[in-house]
């Protein structure tokens, strides 16, 4: 049997005597704990920056089922750094981002607010950098304080890197995983691709999203991968941030002495 994703919540299923249809499970939703609350602008600009939820054509051999889990957004990061006027280390962004011109050259801030104090403070996106060097279009998304660009540069960890200030990613993200008719802790379950997809560079670490996926606890999850059942493309303790897929098999491979 193949199954592949479909759209409309339906997965199709063809064997070579006849083809029909299988509603697909109800789709679940991890999410964290502590999202925060965010202006209607930014939040329009985070739904509109989401992935199309259908993973891409073909599948590798073997592989009878395959699955899509998204690590979708539910806030923009903390940013951690000192406030001047109180012990707080917690701030937001304001929405804003302030240009000033001195002749040819501008400077570019991003504003952000301290969450006990209220204080703004700025944040240096671009220092006495000519004019010329900036796109117009990007120059235009500065000066009109667009949402999406507020979104891109609170998550820009390269950014952070520069101003020497940490992201907080707690309460960023949620996970919806759908893995329809499928028992993992079962040895003759059919093999199973998962593929997992990033709507903001959240670094989760691959075990919380496995145990998480499967509703499985941490050593039932670690006895798997250990075993060969999950293939991963990256170590269980790794974080991640990026898109990537994992395979489920039906037995672990076999040892060189054994094969």
């Known amino acids: 049997m193949i199954c592949d994703v479909a ?11 006849a083809r029909h249809w299988i509603r697909e499970a109800p789709r679940r939703a991890i999410a964290l704990p502590g999202a925060s609350c965010l202006d209607p602008g930014i939040a329009e600009a985070m739904n509109s920056s989401r992935h199309v939820r259908v993973p891409a054509d073909g599948r590798g051999p073997g592989i009878d089922r395959k699955a899509l ?12 750094k000192a406030c001047v006027s109180c012990r707080s280390t917690r701030h937001r962004p304001t929405g804003k981002i302030r240009v000033n011109a001195n002749h040819k050259l501008l400077d570019v801030w991003l504003l952000i607010c301290c969450d006990l104090c209220g204080r703004t403070s700025k944040i240096p996106v671009h220092e006495r950098v000519n004019v010329r060097a900036l796109d117009n279009e990007r120059l235009l998304r ?5 949402p999406a660009m507020v979104r891109q540069l609170t998550m820009d960890a390269s950014l952070a890197h520069k101003a020497a200030y940490q992201l907080d990613w707690t309460g960023t993200w949620q996970l919806d995983t759908d893995v329809p008719f499928y028992d ?7 093999p199973l691709e998962v593929i997992i997809r990033f709507e903001l560079p959240a670094p989760v670490r691959v075990e919380k999203l496995l145990t998480a996926g499967f509703g499985l606890s941490r050593p039932a999850v670690r006895g798997m991968v250990d075993s060969g059942r999950i293939r991963l493309p990256l170590p269980i303790d790794a974080k991640a941030r990026e898109d990537f897929t994992f395979l489920v098999v039906t037995a672990a491979p076999l040892s060189p002495e054994r094969a």
């Open 7 to 17: 759209p409309a919540g339906v997965l199709r299923a063809e064997t070579p005597a």
């Open 69 to 80: 889990w998204v690590v979708s957004e539910v806030g923009l990061p903390t940013i951690v």
């Open 142 to 146: 500065f000066e009109n304080n667009d």
């Open 184 to 190: 993992l802790q079962r040895e003759d379950a059919a």
